[in-house]
């Protein structure tokens, strides 16, 4: 089955700094990359979303990148801000069913 | 308009006990999941309705947990004989559905269980 791998697990930065979350996954049927964003006791919600006929989609400070070939995708939020923190799941959706990441716990330091 | 709805929001129940979980979803969407989220994990797929049916129930732990939707809409997540390690936030989500997936999965707040 779908195998989501995701790195880092946490992440401190500094406000004003970049964050960079990588991941892979295994199923080659795999072709939509829903990110979602869940902070402390709340529900996941969709930030970013990419399709497998688009490499990159950016969205004010969000941007994903897609590589199909290696099968990885990854997350860039840029000057990020104390509300950035929270966890970030990256996903990938296998005929409708979506397989997690084990998330990454994102802090933003003023 | 409104979200994805999900009742109780908490559940406290003793080991061996049989109880249900209610989702209620956007309207006008017709497919429906059901994730699973243990502390600190990310969420794990349990079952995906396409309509009335069950399209993908491969994320069942086990013949204890089913889940039925009779009218399209509304969805019982049932759990029999409830054990300590099904402790977990369920969460429901729905989308504009179609059986290759690909659609935006709106989640509901979940309901936390909690098994004595």
């Known amino acids: 089955g779908e195998n989501v791998e995701q790195h880092p697990s946490t992440l401190s930065v500094q406000e004003g700094d970049s964050a960079v979350i990588k991941c892979t996954y295994s199923?080659?049927?795999?072709?939509?990359f829903p990110w979602y964003k869940q902070e402390l006791g709340k529900r996941p919600q969709l930030i970013i979303d990419i399709r497998s006929n688009v490499g990159e989609k950016k969205d004010q400070r969000i941007a994903v990148t897609l590589n199909k070939t290696a099968k990885h995708f990854s997350l860039h939020i840029t000057e990020t801000q104390p509300e950035d923190s929270a966890v970030y799941f990256c996903t990938a959706d296998s005929w409708g069913k979506l397989q997690f990441g084990a998330g990454t716990q994102v802090v933003v330091t003023p | 308009g409104a979200g994805v709805s999900q009742t109780p929001s908490n559940k406290v129940t003793e080991k061996g006990k049989y109880v249900e979980l209610r989702c209620d979803p956007i309207s006008g969407h017709t497919a429906l999941y059901w994730y699973r989220q243990s502390l600190g994990q990310g969420p794990e797929f349990l079952i995906y309705?396409?309509?009335?049916?069950?399209?993908?129930d491969s994320g069942l732990p086990n013949d204890r947990f089913f889940a039925v939707r009779p009218e399209g809409s509304v969805s019982t997540l049932k759990i029999q004989r409830t054990e300590r390690g099904d402790s977990a936030v369920y969460l429901c989500?729905?989308?504009?559905?179609?059986?290759?997936?690909?659609?935006?999965?709106?989640f509901g707040p979940g309901t936390r269980l909690t098994v004595l």
């Open positions: 199923d080659s049927a795999s072709n939509y």
């Open positions: 309705f396409q309509g009335t049916g069950a399209a993908d």
């Open positions: 989500a729905s989308s504009l559905g179609g059986l290759a997936g690909n659609n935006e999965q709106f």
